[in-house]
């Protein structure tokens, strides 16, 4: 029984977590938003990854400045 509620627990959760997903999906079909409108969402995620990916390079040519890269 605990086995089937870590399932159950896990389904929820990921239920919960793409909530987003399905709200565009089901606006989007209704609307006939565009390509644009309906991947908005993962647009958002590729200018985080982009901002967080220039955050990580800059600080790693800061390092490598700075002859601290390869210190334990």
Excluded: H
Aim: with cysteine; net charge neutral.
């Amino acid at each position: 029984m605990l086995g089937l509620n870590i399932f159950r627990l896990i389904g929820d959760l990921f239920e919960v977590i793409l909530m987003p997903f399905q709200y565009l999906r089901l606006t989007v079909a209704k609307a006939d938003g565009g390509w644009w409108t309906s991947n908005a969402l993962n647009w958002i995620f590729l200018i985080v990854l982009i901002v967080i990916l220039g955050y990580w390079m800059n600080e790693c040519f800061r390092f490598k400045r700075e002859g601290t890269e390869d210190r334990a």
